[in-house]
């Protein structure tokens, strides 16, 4: 199983980034999915989680409304675009399938002026 973040970078508040996970070695389709972040000295927290078939879908208090977890089934990639981004949303981005708990690398995001 792999899982291979990419997107991250610096971006100014209010500024916009879509993060891609490109994921192999399993059934993709047939799994949900989910995006978690970490921030310095903070413990890795849910962001949103989406279902197999792309419905339903959650997300953490702080991002609703700003951020929106997708997936293309036939591609086998996640996405998480993130729009009016704050410099509270710094963290490492980390995508997990629930297809025996595996995780990506992560893929760092900075918001910062």
């Known amino acids: 199983v792999q899982l291979a973040e990419s997107g991250g970078g610096l971006v100014q508040p209010g500024g916009s980034l879509r993060l891609s996970c490109a994921a192999s070695g399993f059934i993709f389709s047939n799994y949900g999915m989910s995006w978690y972040r970490q921030a310095p000295g903070k413990e890795r927290e849910l962001v949103a989680v989406?279902?197999?078939?792309?419905?339903?879908?959650n997300y953490q208090g702080s991002v609703k409304g700003r951020f929106t977890i997708s997936r293309d089934n036939a591609k086998n990639t996640l996405y998480l675009q993130m729009s009016n981004l704050k410099p509270e949303d710094t963290a490492v981005y980390y995508c997990r399938t629930n297809y025996g708990g595996y995780w990506g690398q992560g893929t760092q995001v900075t918001v910062s002026s």
């Open positions: 989406i279902s197999s078939t792309g419905n339903p879908i």
